[in-house]
């Protein structure tokens, strides 16, 4: 006997509800990707090259999120606190991960404890620019002119606390000058100072101060790499300038450890499809930074001898914030 279309309509709704209630209530929730540096610096612009391409592959907005302040200490202290339901990645660099937890007390995390490692995404190399006030053009010139002109010794960093403050005053313990250390909230506003006068001498990441000596609104007077920089051949290096000094940093991606292991694990092998991206890779060349294609486990092995690098180098020093 052929059923009624009214009892076959409303036996089809019923299983179809009965089906839907079975299956499991998925939502889709926004990536975050938290940057401890204000928007403009050399961190922020590779967490958002990333995360524009991050989102295609995820199929879900990403959104990167600037929580300035203690030197990018409270980006990983948010990160490390984040809820299991809420996706959340750290961008960070040396500062944060090696130099901070060694020379503060009580950071709030352990780069070790706290986080995974899920990819190294790009290099760089330190710089030193004097702005246009400034009557130096090369490294030594600019020692005897902080040697002479001890009310102007002093120097800018997108951080108190961060690898430029670290590499600056490695360089005025190697050339034996004193200067005072002037700490911002980024690159952006040490930037800003720089060509406006505010302060006379700034360290920052190379990439970063490219574009303005390239406009010749400040001079770069040498960079820190071993070798001249792809980026820039006129630029001498720290020690063609007279000083034995050679330092590299980078960006790296973490996961709080309440991240389950396969999910970083996922995003690890998304960000290394991004990162072998040639469009990817134009655009960080465009904003003067060298890309890095990196596994999960070659960001360990990298992260792992940097640390045994550089812990020492650190602890030596005496830095004290």
């Known amino acids: 006997m052929r059923k009624p279309l009214a009892f076959v309509l409303t036996a089809t709704l019923a299983l179809c509800a009965t089906l839907a209630q079975a299956q499991p209530q998925t939502q889709d929730v926004p990536l975050r990707i938290v940057v401890g540096y204000a928007p403009g610096g050399s961190t922020d612009r590779v967490a958002r090259i990333v995360a524009d391409k991050l989102g295609s592959k995820l199929g879900t907005p990403v959104i990167v999120e600037n929580k300035t302040g203690a030197g990018g200490r409270l980006s990983a202290q948010a990160v490390k606190a984040a809820p299991a339901n809420q996706p959340t990645l750290l961008l960070a660099n040396p500062a944060v991960m090696l130099v901070a937890p060694l020379v503060f007390p009580d950071a709030g995390y352990d780069p070790e404890r706290d986080f995974r490692p899920v990819s190294h995404v790009n290099s760089y190399e330190f710089g030193v620019a004097v702005g246009s006030a400034v009557p130096v053009k090369e490294l030594p010139h600019l020692l005897a002119w902080l040697r002479a002109n001890p009310d102007k010794a002093n120097f800018g960093v997108p951080a108190t606390g961060s ?61 820190s790499g071993a070798k001249r920089s792809a980026l820039d051949g006129k630029i001498p290096t720290f020690k063609e300038s007279g000083l034995d000094l050679a330092a590299t940093g980078w960006n790296t991606f973490f996961a709080p450890m309440g991240m389950p292991k396969a999910q970083a694990e996922r995003l690890a092998g998304l960000i290394h499809e991004v990162m072998k991206d040639p469009d990817t890779q134009r655009k960080f060349e465009a904003a003067k930074m060298e890309p890095v294609v990196a596994t999960m486990a070659q960001t360990e092995a990298m992260l792992k001898a940097y640390r045994a690098q550089w812990a020492p180098v650190v602890q030596r020093s005496g830095f004290k914030p």
């Open 163 to 223: 690898l430029p403050h670290f590499f600056g005053l490695m360089v005025g313990d190697a050339a034996k000058v004193r200067a005072e250390v002037v700490g911002y909230r980024g690159s952006a506003p040490l930037l800003n100072d720089l060509l406006g006068g505010q302060v006379p001498v700034a360290f920052d990441t190379f990439d970063t101060l490219l574009p303005q000596h390239e406009a010749g609104k400040i001079r770069i007077l040498a960079a």
